[in-house]
């Protein structure tokens, strides 16, 4: 499978490779011209179009949350207010929902309903995320999902950010106990509280040799 060099830590390129596929479509490369003559910016048609020769039709896994993420990574429709404000598709909704997945002017990635979430300051780091999810699920003997009010009962204060895993209003977690998976963005856009989430995966065994790290 063809993709970026360096781009990936070898947890995240390993789990592409085992779990992902990519069949080039070349939609935004072909779409581009017609879509400077709809009167798109320039500019944003090429980043489009760098994403695309980047990521664009790496099919992955879904994840837990966002109702399974991107179906796959690329931008097949470049049009509306979104593009208007520089922002670019990031990929296509598995399921119907009431946000779309987007890059910011500045790379990162979110969802966008009424205003546009960060959830990471890159695809690369949404990708990374998603290996770790799987990992970390994979080895983990106990996962508690939490949700609203009950995300308060945690105490967080003590834990650090997931080495590798860096995200904005998504955080990774780690302390000697637990790897905690903290996600702010369905609540942030949908205004609801109670769609904060949090998962707690415990009782890892050999942390070490499982995560391919050396953790607290």
Do not use: C
């Not at 208007?84 to 598995?94: M, N």
């Amino acid at each position: 499978m063809d993709l970026p060099d360096d781009a990936l830590s070898r947890r995240a390129l390993t789990f592409v490779r085992a779990h992902g596929q990519r069949v080039t479509s070349n939609r935004a490369r072909r779409s581009a011209d017609q879509w400077v003559e709809q009167g798109l910016d320039e500019v944003l048609v090429l980043r489009a179009v760098a994403y695309e020769r980047r990521w664009g039709d790496l099919y992955l896994p879904p994840s837990i949350l966002f109702n399974g993420g991107p179906k796959y990574l690329g931008p097949d429709l470049l049009a509306g207010n979104w593009s208007d404000g520089g922002f670019i598709e990031a990929g296509s909704a598995r399921f119907s929902v009431f946000y779309d997945f987007l890059l910011g002017p500045d790379g990162a990635f979110g969802v966008g309903g009424t205003e546009f979430i960060p959830l990471y300051a890159s695809v690369e780091e949404w990708i990374e995320s998603l290996a770790l999810e799987y990992e970390v699920r994979r080895v983990a003997k106990d996962i508690r999902k939490l949700k609203g009010s009950e995300v308060s009962s945690l105490d967080l204060s003590a834990m650090l950010p997931f080495p590798g895993v860096s995200g904005l209003s998504e955080s990774w977690l780690i302390d000697a106990e637990r790897v905690v998976f903290v996600s702010r963005g369905i609540s942030l856009i949908s205004g609801h509280p109670e769609d904060l989430v949090a998962i707690v995966y415990s009782d890892i065994p050999d942390r070490e040799a499982s995560l391919g790290m050396r953790l607290p």
